[in-house]
């Protein structure tokens, strides 16, 4: 979606806030093309192992690449048994651990923040779940060869996220409202809503994203923009979202529109279902023509 979403990048704003940074898709585009120099950026999310790795990768990263050097070993003889045996007697039990010690991302230990790597890179599609118990359940993925340590790609993020301009912490999305002024620019990538039962997919967190949860993010929406604040967000198109943004006096008087574009989604339990489908973008910054 990054060439869609490069056109709703404001020319110029203040600070730069991603309150689902997830993987950080639009962080590293942004500046990957020198528009994030010297402009204070805050990455955000609720996901305490993600926050937690990416602080282990910023500044303990020779023990994270240790750890995980030794998981790419076991991967490399065993497969899919050493994959089950990581996930299933170490990264469980360790974050159980770790969470009733009180879960703090400052006390997120590197051997955990490796195993986390190691398992997306080798775990179905590179989801990231867990049960209503808060353990992880993603099965093994199918791939032949997966680049499981990437020392070049790692030492450049652990160097971005090192950077005095950069926070990463763990926040609630509406964490924004207090952080964010007329001229920042905000992007919105929440879970996205399902389109269908059998799509439904809430388990990035213990708690899941409700639809009490998107509702509250379109009011999040609506104050930034009041504000004067950028904001984009990208979701899915289904009904329970549609009704939120399309046809809504209230978003409408708070500059907000609605676009649906086409998009490869990539995760799917049948290999059919992983084509284009639309997807919805709200924002008050006009799209620029497409080159």
Known sequence: MLPVLRRYYPASYGAYHEPFVGSGAVFFDLLANGHL????VMLSDDNADLIGCYARIADSLPAVITALECLAGGHARDGRAHYLQVRDTQFNPQRATWREAGGEVA??????????????????????RVNASGEYNVPPGRYERPRIVDHVLLAE???????PNVRVQRAAF????????AGDFV???????????????????GRGFTDADQ???QQVMIALSRRGVHVLLSNSTAASVARLYDGNAEVTNAGLRTWQIP???AINSKAAGRGAVAELLVS???????L
């Open 187 to 205: 992007y919105f990538d929440p879970p996205y809503a399902p389109l269908s039962k059998t799509a439904n997919f809430r388990g990035y967190t």
């Open 107 to 128: 006390d997120y230990p590197p051997a955990l923040a490796a195993m986390l790597v190691y398992l997306n890179r080798t775990g179905y599609n590179g989801l990231f």
């Open 263 to 265: 998009a490869r989604r």
């Open 157 to 163: 993020v652990s160097a971005v996220l090192a950077r």
């Open 37 to 40: 120099e010297g402009r204070p």
């Open 215 to 217: 509702a509250h993010l």
């Open 174 to 181: 509406d964490r924004v409202l207090a952080d964010a002024r």
């Open 284 to 290: 008050n910054i006009g799209p620029t023509p497409s």
